[in-house]
């Protein structure tokens, strides 16, 4: 009994070695696989860290070659930077030069224009005298051969009527002459009522012949006034054509003069400008198209301008033109009007 109880417990006692081994082994493959599946990754580690510390000694080099083509590249940058800005503040000096150079060119062109019409202003109102002379001249003309026509005409009716007396007293004779040879009562009545008849139209032709003669003296005094306000004009146009000749004699050279330079200076302007300082030029009744800016208004239409529209109009930055009139505005700067010096103080002055 003893000793089965003794074999017993000795299988009990070697299954649990045989399982504790079992255990032990178990645990032992899995570390090996745990090992085994590590090994790469160790690997992989002990790689990343071979290249960061390659990247940590090549950081220096990289930074120092950064900074030697940063250093070499600066100047490029920098000249290239500093030509940009060079460039743009030479358009924009070239820009403002080139509304400048425009508009002193439209104001010296005003001037010239201006000048024209002073010129032509010396002759007053002489051209439109003689146009109204020459027209008045014409008119009278008209009239004085309607009316020496009309005195014609009834001249020649008058002497028409005339050769009809004539010729009608002719047959009056003939029919009177033929009354004596008559034979009958009914032919004698005839010719007696012919007779008669011819003699109707005499005194009608002899009527209309007085009354023409007071047509023809009405007429013919109209003739003579006529005649004599004809002459008049013509003598008062001969003398107004005279003295419009002796102006324009005076004023001829200075007139060419300003017309050529008037013309050499709208070559140098674009003809859109040119198409509108001739429209406001064509509108305004003194000609202006490019104003001044005289004591802070427009020297056209004399608005007020407000200080900051002047103060653009003096940077020259664009064109600019009045806002009630449309005329072109200028400073004295383009007008080529030097400022007056500043009147001197009590302190400045010299004793």
């Known amino acids: 009994m003893a000793t089965k109880t003794t074999k017993s417990a000795e299988k009990a006692a070697t299954t649990k070695k045989s399982a504790a081994t079992k255990k032990v082994a178990s645990a032992t493959d899995k570390k090996t696989v745990a090992t085994t599946k590590a090994a790469p990754t160790k690997k992989v580690a002990a790689a990343t860290t071979e290249k960061v510390a390659a990247a940590a000694k090549a950081a220096p080099a990289k930074k120092t070659d950064e900074a030697a083509v940063a250093a070499a590249t600066a100047p490029v940058k920098k000249a290239t930077s500093t030509t940009a800005k060079k460039a743009t503040s030479t358009a924009k000096a070239e820009e403002k030069t080139d509304i400048t150079t425009r508009m002193k060119a439209l104001y010296?062109?005003?001037?010239?224009?201006?000048?024209?019409?002073?010129?032509?202003?010396?002759?007053?109102?002489?051209?439109?005298?003689?146009?109204?002379?020459?027209n008045d001249i014409a008119r009278l003309e008209n009239r004085l051969q309607r009316a020496k026509k009309d005195v014609k005409d009834v001249k020649e009716d008058v002497a028409n009527r005339k050769?009809?007396?004539?010729?009608?007293?002719?047959?009056?004779?003939?029919?009177?002459?033929?009354?004596?040879?008559?034979?009958?009562?009914?032919?004698y009545e005839a010719l007696n009522k012919e007779i008669e008849f011819l003699g109707l139209e005499i005194q009608l032709h002899e009527k209309h012949i007085r009354a023409a003669g007071f047509t023809i003296e009405k007429k013919q005094n109209a003739v003579d006034e006529i005649s004599e306000m004809y002459n008049e004009r013509k003598k008062d146009l001969d003398a107004k054509k005279s003295e419009l000749s002796t102006i324009i004699n005076e004023t001829e050279t200075e007139?060419?003069?300003?017309?050529?330079?008037?013309?050499?200076?709208?070559?140098?302007?674009?003809?859109?400008?040119?198409?509108?300082?001739?429209?406001?030029?064509?509108?305004?009744?003194?000609?202006?198209?490019?104003?001044r800016i005289e004591r802070g208004a427009c020297g056209g239409c004399f608005a007020i301008i407000a200080p900051q529209r002047q103060i653009e109009i003096r940077m020259h930055k664009k064109v600019n033109s009045c806002e009630y009139c449309g005329r072109f505005l200028v400073d004295d700067e383009i007008a080529g009007i030097a400022k007056p010096a500043p009147a001197p103080t009590p302190d400045t002055v010299e004793i």
């Open 163 to 187: 050769e009809e007396i004539v010729m009608k007293t002719a047959q009056i004779a003939k029919y009177k002459k033929h009354l004596d040879s008559v034979k009958n009562n009914r032919e």
């Open 108 to 134: 010296a062109l005003q001037v010239a224009d201006s000048q024209i019409d002073e010129v032509r202003t010396l002759r007053g109102e002489l051209p439109l005298e003689v146009t109204d002379l020459e």
């Open 255 to 291: 007139e060419r003069s300003l017309l050529t330079k008037s013309e050499k200076l709208r070559k140098n302007i674009d003809e859109k400008w040119l198409f509108t300082y001739d429209r406001i030029r064509k509108n305004a009744r003194n000609g202006i198209a490019v104003a």
